[in-house]
């Protein structure tokens, strides 16, 4: 079963930009769609990002046009570039691959001046 950790978190200012990594392990990344979800204080956990297997890419409207999802098969990693952000974009990001429901353990970006 594939093992799923998140990097990359951490504190920037509006307006800012972070890149988020998610590496995994096992043998099932290259075959599986991918995603991002982010959970803020006190709301439920939210799709923010999707990529297939061939690299299309799906966004939440609160995000578009200011992340960018990919994917590096070689690596077995999944990336979350994110730009422009808002105060609102404040949560618990989490890779996840949703045909197996495997979950990573979440990295904290928090928006702030």
């Known amino acids: 079963q594939d093992q799923l950790v998140e990097s990359g978190g951490g504190l920037v200012q509006p307006g800012g930009s972070l890149r988020l990594s998610c590496a995994a392990s096992g043998s099932r990344f290259s075959n599986n769609n991918m995603a991002w979800h982010r959970q803020a204080p006190g709301k439920q956990r939210e799709l923010v990002a999707s990529?297939?297997?061939?690299?299309?890419?799906n966004y939440a409207d609160s995000v578009k046009g200011r992340f960018s999802i990919s994917r590096d098969n070689a690596k077995k990693m999944v990336y979350l570039q994110m730009n422009s952000l808002k105060p609102e974009d404040t949560a618990v990001y989490y890779c996840h691959m949703p045909t197996y429901d495997t979950w990573g353990q979440g990295t904290l970006v928090t928006v702030s001046s």
């Open positions: 990529i297939s297997v061939w690299g299309v890419a």
